[in-house]
């Protein structure tokens, strides 16, 4: 990390302008990113330096929470170079329009506060219900199955004994969210606790599992083995249609492989492996329906998703369907420039 202390506006200005330094934030600036670096870790970076500086010049005033938190606690988050923090009194974010911070009114207890290097964020229960009530499920979900998988560490041929081991932990975050009250986002807060598990190995699955819950499509099996010869295929999520036979959902393979670093022939020899792996399992007569983030990115397209699925699934599993209100994804916001137009009562 590099500040403007020791040089000019001018040699400053300048080195942005041939790219020897990003600026990040007020008075911060760090060296460009390695080209092979992610998109994630390329935020998460400048995120660490942003709030690097807030905490140099305030000291311990405040504690980085919420989303923030979790992106420095390595948790499935959307990306974002705003910082939330937490503090004890008010005060109005800062008007800086570079520098975005929003600041949340709480006390928060010794225990609930943490070293991320080498600062201070929420503990990572904490940052799980902060998240989960105020995200939307699709990410809330993503959130609270990091959380469980960066604790638990689940093996794939173990998951009893993972979801065993995740049970203590998903009590203690539930104790910590009643301790707050009847408050905003609490309902669907508890519908995230009731469905997280630490067996998801993507956001995407998560994200895709939240979309499916919210109009009442029974709870999927996850991480689902099927044997193809002598290996076995773990499926992202399904449900058992028939004896021996499922209907499942497989994250998008060329997003997953992208984001383990895999370009050019690695990319092309995995997708290849994974069209094989795809023909054995409807050899066997499985239904598959895959996912790709497309699916999750509008109402309509996540309606399609749902209609997909639903038309593969026998009647007997959705006689009992209800819609999940703690699910319950809010519309999309309107393009620039339109605006809601309300009827008038007569």
Same mark, same amino acid.
């Given at each position: &990390?590099? +500040?403007?202390?020791?040089? %000019?506006?001018?040699?400053?200005?300048?080195?942005?302008?041939?790219?020897?330094?990003?600026?990040?934030?007020?008075?911060?600036?760090?060296?460009?990113?390695?080209?092979?670096?992610?998109?994630?870790?390329?935020? *998460?970076?400048?995120?660490?330096?942003?709030?690097?500086?807030?905490?140099? /010049?305030?000291?311990?005033?405040?504690?980085?929470?919420? &989303?923030?938190?979790?992106?420095?606690?390595?948790?499935?988050?959307?990306?974002?170079?705003?910082?939330?923090?937490?503090?004890?009194?008010? *005060?109005?974010?800062?008007?800086?329009?570079?520098?975005?911070?929003?600041?949340?009114?709480?006390?928060?207890?010794?225990?609930?506060?943490? #070293?991320?290097?080498?600062?201070?964020?929420?503990?990572?229960?904490r940052t799980v219900v902060d998240c989960i009530t105020a995200l939307p499920p699709?990410?809330?979900?993503?959130?609270?199955?990091?959380?469980?998988? !960066?604790?638990?560490?689940?093996?794939?041929?173990?998951?009893?004994?993972?979801?065993?081991?995740?049970?203590?932990?998903?009590?203690?975050? /539930?104790?910590?969210?009643?301790?707050?009250?009847?408050?905003?986002?609490?309902?669907?807060?508890?519908?995230?606790?009731?469905?997280?598990?630490?067996?998801?190995?993507?956001? %995407?699955?998560? /994200?895709?599992?939240?979309?499916?819950? $919210?109009?009442?499509?029974? #709870?999927?099996?996850?991480?689902?083995?099927?044997?193809?010869?002598?290996?076995?295929?773990w499926c992202d999520f399904g449900w058992l249609i028939a004896p021996g036979r499922?209907?499942? %959902?497989?994250?998008? =393979? $060329?997003?997953?492989?992208?984001?383990?670093?895999?370009? =050019?022939?690695?990319?092309?020899?995995?997708?290849?492996?994974?069209?094989?792996?795809?023909? =054995?399992?409807?050899?066997?007569?499985? +239904?598959?329906?895959?996912?790709?983030?497309?699916?999750?990115?509008? !109402?309509?397209?996540?309606?399609? #998703?749902?209609?997909? #699925?639903?038309?593969?699934?026998?009647?007997?599993?959705?006689?009992?369907?209800?819609? *999940?209100?703690?699910?319950?994804?809010?519309?999309?916001?309107?393009?620039?420039? *339109?605006?809601?137009?309300?009827?008038? /009562?007569?």
């Open positions: &990390m590099f +500040r403007n202390s020791t040089a %000019g506006p001018l040699l400053l200005r300048r080195a942005q302008e041939v790219g020897t330094l990003i600026r990040v934030g007020r008075d911060t600036y760090i060296e460009p990113h390695d080209a092979e670096l992610p998109q994630w870790d390329r935020v *998460r970076a400048e995120v660490l330096a942003r709030c690097a500086t807030l905490q140099r /010049r305030s000291g311990d005033s405040f504690v980085v929470s919420h &989303m923030t938190a979790a992106l420095i606690h390595g948790l499935w988050v959307p990306t974002s170079t705003t910082v939330h923090v937490t503090q004890p009194h008010s *005060r109005t974010s800062t008007p800086w329009s570079f520098d975005p911070v929003v600041r949340h009114r709480r006390e928060l207890r010794p225990e609930e506060v943490t #070293m991320v290097g080498g600062i201070r964020v929420t503990s990572l229960a699709v990410w809330g979900l993503a959130v609270a199955d990091s959380a469980l998988r !960066a604790i638990v560490r689940p093996e794939r041929s173990k998951p009893e004994e993972a979801l065993e081991r995740a049970a203590p932990i998903l009590k203690e975050w /539930r104790a910590l969210l009643e301790a707050r009250g009847p408050k905003r986002g609490l309902i669907r807060a508890r519908a995230i606790l009731d469905a997280a598990s630490p067996l998801p190995e993507s956001p %995407g699955e998560s /994200r895709s599992r939240a979309v499916l819950l $919210a109009p009442g499509l029974p #709870m999927p099996l996850l991480q689902i083995p099927v044997k193809l010869g002598d290996t076995t295929a499922y209907l499942l %959902g497989e994250f998008d =393979g $060329a997003v997953k492989y992208r984001l383990d670093g895999l370009t =050019g022939i690695a990319l092309s020899n995995k997708l290849s492996e994974e069209k094989q792996r795809e023909d =054995g399992l409807r050899r066997l007569r499985h +239904r598959i329906e895959r996912v790709v983030n497309a699916d999750l990115s509008t !109402a309509d397209r996540r309606a399609q #998703m749902v209609d997909r #699925m639903v038309a593969k699934l026998p009647a007997q599993l959705l006689v009992n369907c209800v819609p *999940r209100p703690g699910f319950a994804i809010a519309p999309d916001p309107l393009p620039p420039g *339109r605006k809601l137009v309300r009827r008038r /009562r007569r």
